[in-house]
């Protein structure tokens, strides 16, 4: 599968077997996740993996979607504010873009390897920093199960090329 295909082909997954992710699988995965690019290549970013057999509980409190927690495992990609990069024309912080980009990476590599994933962000960041015992300067910034999909892709959505690219000036 080319990545245009991939890309094409990649959903956001609502319903998950309970089938275990495979070792060698995961550490793709999150070998996808390392190589992602960041500002700077400060690589402020940090990927935590739970099972969801052991914390399935206490992860509810973080997403409270039932589906959340019917795949195996779900991850959290956290930012670590002091390590990442800042532009100093005006102090934006580059760290959600970091965390995105490593997110996008983790979702694409699972998908390539026929694993589901959904990205979360509308998730309590309280409950997640309490849950996940983040230590202070650790943010949680999105989360996905990482799972077999035991549903079927919907049809995407997408606007027309010509409404989201401009050519030489807005």
Request: charged share 25%; hydrophobic share 45%.
């Given at each position: ?109 699972a998908a390539s390897l026929g ?56």
């Amino acid at each position: 599968m080319d990545f245009l295909e991939l890309a094409a082909s990649r959903y956001s997954v609502r319903a998950y077997k309970p089938d275990p992710v495979e070792d060698d699988k995961l550490a793709m995965v999150l070998e996808a996740a390392r190589l992602a690019p960041t500002a700077a290549n400060r690589q402020p970013v940090r990927v935590l993996v739970l099972k969801t057999a052991d914390h399935a509980e206490r992860l509810q409190r973080v997403y409270s979607r039932s589906w959340f927690v019917d795949a195996p495992m779900v991850l959290c990609v956290c930012g670590i504010e002091a390590e990442g990069w800042v532009r100093s024309h005006d102090g934006k912080s580059y760290i959600d873009v970091d965390a995105a980009i490593v997110m996008d990476h983790i979702v694409l590599a699972a998908a390539s390897l026929g694993l589901g994933t959904c990205w979360i962000g509308a998730f309590d960041p309280d409950e997640a920093h309490d849950v996940l015992k983040l230590p202070d300067g650790v943010e949680p910034i999105v989360l996905t199960p990482l799972g077999y999909a035991d549903d079927q892709p919907g049809g995407k959505r997408r606007k027309a090329i010509e409404e989201i690219v401009k050519y030489d000036i807005w």
